[in-house]
């Protein structure tokens, strides 16, 4: 089961990029890379998952280097609605096994200011 | 098309009692996973459901099962409540297994006194 690393929060301002990276050191070839959003009393949003290499959608980019150790999310020109939890999961795409199992970290706390 | 949607969305329960939590999935949706969540931590995996059989289980103890309907909807179920057991539990539906994309309810919070 690989385990991921996050910075614990992070700060940025309204309108700039943002980049959150995750490391995951004991990533599988098995297992693909997914980014959930929360809110407060809320339960998790997703956001993006890829593989390897780069995957974009309306709105973020995942970064994912050659070697799979890490991954980067890029959420661009934020604003303060982007104030949230940001976790990171690693897990094993093949629902068939019980080895799919994904595990939320503390997360990353981006606040965003005006 | 309605979300996933858990009842209830508020519950306070004494110690040693137990409780069910309810969970419908998006239509279509034949995987139920269900987590928990303390406060200031990640959602932690409990269980996971596809086809009305049991697909994961976390490290949680036997005083936690849950199971899946024919209808895919799901329960979970506590025993002999513990005052650490107060939290918000959320159930998520995917189309496959747990690691595509998951939808979450709004889930239960859940307070043992």
């Known amino acids: 089961l690989a385990k991921t690393t996050q910075p614990i929060s992070m700060d940025s301002y309204e309108g700039q990029e943002v980049n959150i990276t995750c490391s995951h050191n004991?990533?599988?070839?098995?297992?693909?890379i997914t980014w959930y959003q929360q809110f407060p009393s809320q339960g998790p949003r997703f956001i993006i998952q890829?593989?390897?290499t780069k995957v974009t959608n309306e709105v973020a980019s995942l970064f994912i280097p050659a070697d799979r150790k890490s991954s980067t999310l890029s959420l661009p020109r934020v604003s303060l609605s982007d104030t949230a939890v940001y976790y990171c999961?690693?897990?094993?795409?093949?629902?068939?096994?019980?080895?799919?199992?994904?595990?939320f970290g503390d997360g990353t706390t981006l606040t965003v200011k005006p | 098309d309605a979300g996933v949607t858990q009842s209830p969305t508020h519950l306070i329960k004494t110690r040693g009692q137990q409780v069910t939590l309810r969970c419908s999935p998006i239509?279509?949706?034949?995987?139920v996973s269900w987590y928990q969540q303390v406060l200031g931590q990640g959602p932690q995996f409990i269980f996971q459901?596809?086809?009305?059989?049991?697909?994961g289980r976390g490290n949680f103890p036997d005083r936690f099962s849950a199971r899946q309907f024919p209808n895919y909807s799901s329960e979970l179920n506590v025993n002999a409540l513990l005052l650490g057991d107060s939290a918000l539990y959320l159930c998520?539906?995917?189309?496959?297994?747990?690691?595509?994309?998951?939808?979450f309810g709004q889930g239960t919070r859940l307070t043992v006194v």
């Open positions: 004991n990533i599988a070839t098995n297992d693909y």
């Open positions: 999961l690693v897990g094993d795409y093949s629902y068939n096994t019980n080895a799919g199992k994904s595990t």
């Open positions: 459901y596809y086809e009305k059989e049991e697909r």
């Open positions: 998520a539906s995917s189309l496959y297994g747990q690691n595509t994309e998951a939808f």
């Open positions: 890829g593989y390897k």
């Open positions: 239509s279509g949706h034949k995987s």
